[in-house]
């Protein structure tokens, strides 16, 4: 018996002793440097309702994703029914997702559906209607790639935000998935709202495109605009009067390279007045094509576009190696530094709407947490008070197992890295008064094996056997219903349950073992005849 006691004794103080280690880097904030290296460097997290911060839910427009998908689909299809000699004509996307054409040849059908299957197998014809000389086709993505498509549109977007906000510099930011195309975007501790709204949805696509100078751009104005061209604006600021105007540029449609290719975007002071530029480093396929594309097009212009926006438009001088770019524009510090974070962290693939936003001010932080702590203590400190009241010295025992629960809890909290909430603070609450539940099935199983007659070491003994499995009942149900919770709530609901699952599991820790320790350390060397309870 003893040297289970000095086994049980020792688990005790590991327990006690690791909680202390995570522990202390939270309560004391300026330890010595020396001390680090032995210490954990993990902290308990507050969660957006207690220091402030900033609450998003962002909606994915995973159909804008399939159409920009489709219309590059309709670009390569041109090549690939040219290159198999398919006569056809008026080769666009159609309204939605769908690609029309007018296929020429009474044969053509057929010489399509080869196409199709050879390279594009998640294209199905849709429709064929007869025309004069030929047909007039209509393609569709088929439903189960289309899925898929849209699917993966949100994990990239999920991806990508992610990399946006860590690169912001937010500590502890929640990111996840809602639902089919929603996410969820809790930044605790923010400063600038709307700069971090601003970075996290800007879809940063950046395109390098050729200026067609051989068109007339006045003529495309007027709405006749070449097969193949788009009309694209770029925004300039007077430095004297700091108004804004639009140049309009006629571009051709197909990019020659895309930010897919870049390796890093950094904010440089490079131009006489001291502005910001963002230069840029492809990776090696990309330099590779970004020295093809300027050897092919000198003395043309080269369009830096970025989300449809004309940033600027260097005539090609001569063939241009070794990787490099560059974004200049008018823009503050700030903003250029956002914009190569999102740069680095890559385009969104399908642009993202705001659904829910609400910001946490520190102040409400700030009272959260008095008030939550304040409320911790007292209900803490009254239910020690009572205890103490009415159990006497066990109460005391009792006591001392709630504090270790309490410091269990915090713990555990800080070596998993949870976000600890408002909602999460009256999970701990609660269950201490769980674990006081516990101690007082305990101690009146012990009172009754005392009127019975018995010694206390034997009524302790009992005492505890009797109330184990009413104990471990009610716990086990408490943790099921947390699971619940868990699966079917959301984010304060979900925060709630795991502080509580980790608080239940703590109070079978303590008020069964911890508790059960101490009795039987003082009642075997102190020889305690009779007990205080």
Request: hydrophobic letters at 45%; aromatic letters at 6%; glycine letters at 8%.
């Amino acid at each position: 018996m003893f040297k289970s006691l000095k086994l049980r004794g020792a688990i005790t103080l590991i327990v006690c002793l690791a909680a202390l280690y995570f522990l202390i880097p939270t309560f004391i904030p300026n330890i010595p440097s020396s001390w680090n290296k032995y210490l954990s460097k993990e902290k308990i997290h507050l969660g957006l309702d207690l220091q402030g911060g900033m609450h998003l839910v962002l909606e994915i427009d995973t159909d804008k994703a399939l159409e920009a998908m489709m219309e590059r689909t309709a670009n390569d299809l041109k090549e690939s029914l040219m290159d198999s000699k398919v006569r056809f004509r008026n080769l666009e996307k159609a309204k939605g997702t769908a690609i029309s054409m007018e296929l020429t040849d009474p044969d053509g059908k057929t010489a399509l559906e080869n196409v199709l299957r050879d390279k594009y197998p998640d294209l199905e014809i849709d429709s064929a209607s007869p025309r004069e000389g030929g047909q007039l086709v209509t393609l569709k993505i088929n439903d189960k790639r289309a899925a898929e498509l849209k699917k993966l549109t949100v994990e990239h977007s999920l991806e990508t935000i992610r990399n946006r906000v860590d690169q912001f510099g937010v500590a502890e930011p929640e990111i996840i998935p809602e639902g089919d195309n929603r996410i969820l975007v809790q930044l605790p501790g923010i400063k600038d709202p709307e700069r971090a709204k601003n970075l996290i949805g800007k879809t940063a696509l950046l395109e390098f495109k050729i200026v067609d100078d051989e068109n007339s751009l006045d003529e495309a104005l007027r709405g006749n605009i070449p097969e193949g061209d788009i009309i694209a604006y770029g925004l300039h600021a007077d430095r004297s009067s700091g108004e804004r105007s639009s140049t309009p540029y006629l571009l051709k449609n197909k990019a020659l390279l895309t930010g897919a290719s870049l390796e890093t975007a950094k904010v440089q002071i490079s131009d006489r007045f001291g502005n910001p530029t963002i230069s840029l480093t492809f990776n090696s396929q990309g330099a590779d094509d970004f020295e093809r594309i300027t050897g092919e097009n000198v003395r043309k212009r080269l369009a830096i576009v970025l989300d449809g926006v004309v940033h600027s438009a260097p005539v090609i001088q001569e063939k241009i190696s070794g990787g490099n770019a560059q974004i200049s524009g008018n823009f503050t510090l700030d903003e250029a530094r956002d914009l190569a974070i999102v740069l680095r962290a890559g385009a969104l693939p399908a642009p993202v709407n705001v659904l829910e936003e609400r910001t946490v001010g520190p102040s409400l932080g700030s009272d959260s947490i008095q008030q939550g702590i304040l409320a911790t203590i007292i209900g803490s400190l009254l239910v020690f008070l009572f205890m103490i009241v009415y159990y006497r010295l066990s109460g005391v025992v009792a006591d001392i197992a709630l504090a270790i629960q309490i410091l269990v809890i915090l713990a555990i909290l800080a070596a998993f890295r949870a976000t600890l909430t408002l909602p999460g603070i009256a999970g701990m609450l609660l269950t201490v008064g769980v674990a006081v539940d516990a101690n007082i099935l305990i101690f009146e199983r012990i009172r009754e094996e005392l009127r019975a007659g018995k010694t206390a070491r034997l009524s302790l003994d009992t005492g505890y056997d009797k109330a184990l499995i009413t104990i471990i009942d009610t716990h086990i149900t408490g943790i099921i219903s947390a699971i619940v919770l868990i699966f079917f709530g959301t984010g304060p609901i979900k925060g709630f349950a795991v502080t509580m699952i980790i608080g239940l599991l703590a109070s079978l820790f303590t008020a069964i073992f911890i508790t059960k320790v101490i009795f039987d350390y003082v009642t075997w060397n102190f020889n305690i005849k009779k007990l205080s309870i």
